[in-house]
């Protein structure tokens, strides 16, 4: 089997589709991030990147808060415009039709029609070259009521959003694939030895 040499790529595919909550000029804004992880289990963190010329950047610096929601297949359009367009010039919610609540942070603005809601306080900011690295701090999660499955989030129920950037033929939005096994599948591989 040959492989063939592509240069330097950022090719970690699939990567989630956020949309980061902020509020600024007595609005709430959201900006659509592809650059998302989680970063440490104690303290409970989340990683999101945002170029430092975006408008939501100045909402997070000046309240040190920020939400992470994720936006269910449904949503790909409202998810796509908050990329395109930014919070300087209009209201995104507005525009996309956005119920909003609050939770125990007043600057973190949340958006009800996403299945899944994450609180931050944010515990450090790296500058990166042309982005900014927002690790947040996680203070409450939220999961719609009907996305449980036996007491258990049920990730077919959330049906979050993906992006691949593969190449321009490939680029754009995916639903997450089928289940392959649990935790300790490898240990098939482990018994034949």
């Known amino acids: 089997m040959g492989k063939i040499k592509m240069g330097i790529q950022r090719l ?3 990567k989630p ?3 980061v909550g902020t509020y600024l000029d007595d609005k709430p804004n959201f900006i659509t991030v592809s650059w998302a992880s989680v970063t440490s289990e104690e303290p409970s963190t989340i990683l999101v990147v945002i170029k430092n010329t975006r408008y939501s950047l100045e909402g997070i610096r000046k309240n040190m808060t920020f939400s992470v ?3 269910s297949a449904d949503m790909v359009k409202e998810t796509d415009y908050c990329g395109m367009v930014s ?3 209009t209201d995104k919610v507005k525009d996309c039709n956005f119920d909003i609540l609050y939770g125990n942070l007043d600057t ?3 958006i009800e029609e996403c299945p899944v809601n994450i609180e931050c306080e944010v ?4 500058s990166l070259g042309d982005n900014s690295l927002i690790i947040g701090k996680i203070i409450e999660t939220y999961i719609s009521e009907e996305c449980f499955t036996n007491d258990t989030p049920d990730l077919r129920k959330i049906d979050p959003i993906c992006i691949c950037t593969f190449t321009e033929n490939s680029e754009g939005y995916y639903t ?3 289940f392959l096994g649990t ?3 490898g240990n098939k591989i482990k018994s034949k030895r």
């Open 176 to 178: 997450v694939g089928d």
């Open 12 to 14: 970690l595919n699939p």
């Open 87 to 89: 919070g300087s010039e």
């Open 108 to 110: 973190a603005p949340l």
């Open 69 to 71: 929601n994720i936006p």
């Open 183 to 185: 935790w300790g599948i």
């Open 17 to 19: 589709v956020i949309l």
């Open 123 to 126: 515990y450090q900011i790296i």
